[in-house]
């Protein structure tokens, strides 16, 4: 397989495809390096040779693209649908409010007998 074939086959995988549309954004590689904190080279690597997207990298790019490309895009692994992101632009599914307060609260109204 030649380069330009391998290039074009891994932009099938979602977050090389997301973490392109970012450096789009950005305004290429050596840009989007500064706004995120990485070298051209990396950013190089990330796109034609990483499995997996760098944990590392993931809440800077989220914050560089204003929450366009999310962190629930570059590492749904980690971060999965339900996640919503700090810019409130993941349309995941969110827990009730006051979920959470109701469930930790609960060990302790059993203590109390309420």
Known sequence: ???????????????????????????????????????????YFILNKSRKFP???????????????????LRPDLFGDGFKNVHGLNSGTIPPAGLAEKKAAAPYAAQKGV
């Open 1 to 43: 397989m030649n380069q330009t074939a391998r290039a074009h086959s891994r932009r099938l995988i979602p977050w090389v495809s997301k973490f392109s549309e970012a450096i789009d954004l950005l305004g290429g590689q050596s840009e989007a390096g500064r706004q995120i904190g990485a070298s051209q080279q990396r950013i």
């Open 55 to 73: 944990d590392d990298l993931v809440i800077p790019v989220e914050n560089a693209t204003g929450g366009r490309i999310t962190r629930v895009d």
